[in-house]
């Protein structure tokens, strides 16, 4: 993953947060893998240009620029504030991870309306560390309806950055695809001596396509000690349309947000205390049996940064709870309760809380060098049960446990050691070892037929405890030969340990084994206690180019090799053929350990085309990525390997103006899982274009989203289960096709 404007922001705010006063530390592994200045700049770093540039991404704190950000004195003037990627991508989406879908490397597996899951280089969901405002929360559902990154809307978000493949093992443990960090306005507080500040903002947007709409509010008041911030938002949208005009069913969502903010100033740090409270009371899910019908979740987290002669500290802890129902949607409930009646209710309950703590510590040791230690603790723990459904043979009279009090602790210690070596070499080596601790207690069925009574008596016949001892090492060296290149080497290896669904989803029977799984491709998941933890071996090389002022243009080119020893895989474990005509067959898979390989390369560049009075200036962006995964046991792709796929934008700035016109190509998906009867789907190519005013302190931009209206199958959207449903299960599954036409409104006002 290369840098780009969001990566850049979110290692600026990471600068900003490690500076206290006039001491900081004066480099750090963020600023030089993303922000790619002289190393000389990095020492003599600039507050002010790069608080604007965190700012910007934020119109709730553009206001406050005059005053003191939380370690950095702020005295002149804030530049007028610009349109940034970010708040544009917000009017574009509700969908957080859709913020990150301008990177190279980045896919979206399809899920709900909230949040899709993220793919990085082919990793996907769990593979990949997801941190929201330092909180490592776990998908709480079988079918992994409530990721991290649904969490935090869209308006919440302050900064997002994503580190693919070899990242230090001071950014967190049990992934091995790489680390996303996604983190709400900082607070800001008064200059010392000033009085109260106060600001906030209000957004609101509208896309014509599913009838989206949401509002936002934020307000803060601080002044040089305290700071307190509330935000609230809404978010609601109806099914959407394909580009044929066809509805594509159990696509809407609504979903509710509040969160607070506190934070107070000590002389050498900064504290600050969040805490909020979701409900979503509807989300469908078009490629799973089951939807979402209640999701709710309150949280807590609070962090603690101090800088100090000696280095820096920071400690972070949180909790977080959730208690989730699925069931038929509005959608769904209709089409199964037409005759003949297939299984409209199957109520599924699930209850997860993740809570831990993090304490890290960056020593400066000589004048080149910073050893950085850490501990960290984090608990999952889960408890998933179906009520019983009176009336039905198969569903009663026992509620049926799929997971009893589950629990996966992990205990992790790390060291790190970041040395610039001579003039233009920086390297960093990292070692990290997580003592993973995971149990159930027993589980039962719905009854004490045949169809559970055999699995039940086998899980419960044994001891569940697992017990992992996960090392990772990571080793990266970068040499800057002078202001205009850079490349950089890395190798890591990391580990992953299953979760509790790969471990202990225990029910062979189809309608069961159906619920498990977040592939969205309508088959059927059986955990596996035998299952080892996945190891993976990445190396990859990044070349950056650009002019000498960073200003025309640049390049960046990652290509990456990984092996993964024990890849959590499946293997054929049962199957179900469903009616004629269609005879549609699909499978009951076993996790199950392989060997696999993903190769690929990244390409992201950008470069100015004009630049005159008359036409402002106007720039050229470009992403490409292309990576091929392969499960070396069995010779099959691996599941949901993104085609060969390239976005162009043309950005023209013209006095408070911003124009776009983007291009999204996507090769045919010709590479596909036969296990899991991944749909084969046709290339496409999708036009977008959008116009931004900033007017005083007043953003509007107005566009449309697939200008041409094309039909076209999401290549990581699995099945479209609804149709399916409709046909009362005779027909062959489609593939999931995405949203047609969709004109777009919003806007923002701060004060
Ligand atoms: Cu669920």
Redesign the pocket.
């Known amino acids: 993953m290369r840098p780009d404007r969001f990566s850049r922001e979110s290692a600026v705010s990471e600068a900003c947060c490690r500076i206290s006063g006039d001491k900081f530390l004066y480099y750090n592994y963020s600023l030089l893998k993303n922000m790619n200045k002289s190393t000389e700049y990095l020492i003599k770093f600039r507050p002010l240009s790069a608080l604007l540039i965190a700012l910007a991404t934020s119109p709730s704190l553009v206001l406050a620029a005059e005053a003191q950000s939380i370690e950095i004195v702020v005295s002149a003037k804030s530049e007028k504030p610009k349109t940034s990627p970010l708040s544009s991508k917000k009017v574009k989406s509700s969908d957080t991870a859709a913020l990150l879908s301008d990177e190279a490397g980045v896919s979206l597996q399809t899920g709900g309306g909230v949040s899709s899951l993220p793919v990085v280089n082919g990793m996907a969901d769990e593979r990949l560390l997801i941190c929201v405002d330092c909180m490592q929360i776990t998908s709480a559902?079988?079918?992994h309806?409530?990721p991290p990154l649904s969490y935090i809307p869209p308006s919440s978000v302050g900064s997002i950055s994503v580190n693919a493949g070899v990242t230090p093992v001071s950014m967190g443990g049990d992934n091995i695809g790489g680390t996303v960090v996604v983190e709400s306005a900082s607070p800001v507080f008064a200059e010392n001596g000033k009085k109260l500040i106060q600001n906030g903002s209000f957004s609101s947007y509208y896309r014509s396509n599913n009838h989206a709409r949401g509002v936002s509010i934020t307000s803060s008041v601080a002044s040089s000690k305290l700071s307190f911030g509330v935000t609230a938002s809404h978010d609601r949208a109806d099914d959407y349309v394909d580009g044929n005009g066809k509805k594509v069913t159990s696509t809407y969502y609504a979903s509710n947000n509040l969160g607070l903010t506190l934070a107070a100033k000590t002389d050498t740090g900064v504290l600050t205390v969040k805490a909020g409270h979701q409900s979503i009371p509807g989300q469908g899910f078009v490629n799973q049996w089951?939807d979402?019908v209640d999701n709710d979740a309150s949280y807590v987290n609070a962090i603690y940064k101090a800088g100090y002669g000696w280095g820096s500290l920071e400690a972070k802890g949180y909790y977080q709870n959730t208690w989730?129902k699925?069931d038929s949607g509005d959608d769904k409930l209709p089409v199964a309760l037409r005759p003949p009646v297939s299984m409209p209710y199957m109520p599924?309950d699930?209850r997860g809380i993740s809570w831990g703590y993090t304490l890290k510590t960056d020593m400066l040791v000589g004048q080149n060098s910073i050893v950085r230690v850490g501990n960290e603790f984090h608990r999952f723990t889960l408890d998933d049960w179906w009520p019983p459904v009176a009336g039905s043979m198969m569903m009663s009279p026992n509620a049926f446990v799929n997971i009893n009090n589950g629990r996966k602790d992990r205990y992790a210690l790390f060291a790190e050691w970041e040395a610039k070596i001579g003039d233009n070499v920086t390297t960093i080596l990292g070692v990290r070892n997580e003592q993973v601790r995971m149990n159930v207690g027993n589980v039962q069925g719905y009854n004490n037929t045949a169809t559970y009574s055999t699995d039940v008596a086998a899980f419960n016949a044994h001891d569940h405890s697992r017990n992992d001892s996960n090392w990772d090492v990571t080793a990266i060296a970068r040499y800057q030969p002078s202001s205009t290149e850079s490349y950089e080497f890395g190798y890591a290896r990391k580990t992953r340990s299953p979760n509790l669904y790969e471990r202990y989803a225990w029910s062979k029977s189809w309608m069961c084994s159906g619920m498990i799984g977040w592939s969205g491709d309508g088959n059927g998941y059986v955990g596996n206690q035998n299952l080892r933890p996945e190891i993976a071996h990445t190396f990859s090389v990044t070349g950056q180019w650009n002019d000498k002022n960073k200003s025309s243009w640049q390049l960046n080119v990652t290509p990456y090799f990984t092996y993964v020893h024990d890849y959590i895989d499946v293997e054929l474990a049962g199957g179900k053929t469903f009616s004629a005509p269609g005879n549609e067959v699909r499978n009951i898979l076993l996790f199950t350990n392989h060997k696999a390989e993903l190769y690929g390369i990244n390409l992201a560049g950008s470069v100015g085309v004009w630049n005159t009075e008359r036409f402002g200036n106007g720039k050229i962006h470009g992403v490409l990525g292309y990576v091929h995964g392969i499960d070396v046991d069995n010779g099959n792709s691996l599941y949901h390997m993104m085609p060969l796929n390239m976005k162009l934008s043309l950005e023209q700035n013209l006095s408070g103006w911003t124009n776009t016109i983007e291009a999204q190509l996507v090769a045919r998906k010709s590479e596909t899982d036969p296990l899991r009867f991944e749909p084969k789907t046709d290339g496409y190519v999708l036009v977008n274009l959008s116009t931004a005013y900033q007017y005083r302190n007043m953003h509007i931009e107005v566009g449309v989203t697939n200008l041409l209206d094309k039909f076209y199958s999401l290549p990581l959207g699995g099945i479209n289960y609804d149709n399916f449903l409709d046909s009362k299960k005779t027909e062959r599954f489609d593939p999931l096709a995405g949203q047609g036409r969709s004109f777009t409104i919003g806007l923002t006002q701060t004060f």
Do not use: E, K
């Open positions: 559902c079988a079918n309806m409530n089951m979402m989730h699925m599924m699930t």
